[in-house]
């Protein structure tokens, strides 16, 4: 029922900072929360972040949790990932995706309907 389009990734040093957008389309996109997921080479796709319909709950990876804020602006219809002292390891595609919860629940599952295509997040040494 909805589009999901990633963007915002690119090659950052240690201790930068990178903000990924994630545009969502379609029908009552406010009514989906949006998770962030990040998946690295020869592992498996990790949850990252996610905030709710209305944007008041928001959830974080232990890892994520401290540098990373989660957020969206529906008048846009879009949700941002922004990534704060970067590490090395937070290197992955980053994927945004879409649960229809309604517009005050939050979800702290893991399982979504639909998925953006993923932005490459590169951090350099």
């Known amino acids: 029922q909805v589009q999901l389009e990633e963007s915002g990734g690119g090659l950052v040093q240690a201790g930068g900072s990178l903000t990924l957008s994630c545009v969502v389309s379609g029908r009552t996109p406010g009514k989906y929360q949006i998770g962030w997921f990040r998946q690295a080479p020869g592992n498996e796709r990790e949850f990252v972040a996610a905030?709710?319909?209305?944007?008041?709950?928001?959830y974080y990876s232990d890892s994520a949790k401290g540098r990373f804020i989660v957020s969206r602006d529906n008048a846009l219809n879009t949700a941002y990932l922004q990534m704060n002292r970067l590490e090395p390891e937070d290197t992955a595609v980053y994927s945004c995706?879409?649960?229809?919860?309604?517009?005050?629940?939050?979800?702290?599952?893991?399982?979504?309907?639909?998925w953006g295509q993923g932005t490459q997040v590169t951090v350099s040494s």
């Open positions: 905030v709710n319909g209305n944007g008041f709950t928001t």
């Open positions: 995706a879409a649960k229809y919860t309604g517009y005050e629940r939050g979800y702290k599952g893991t399982s979504y309907d639909s």
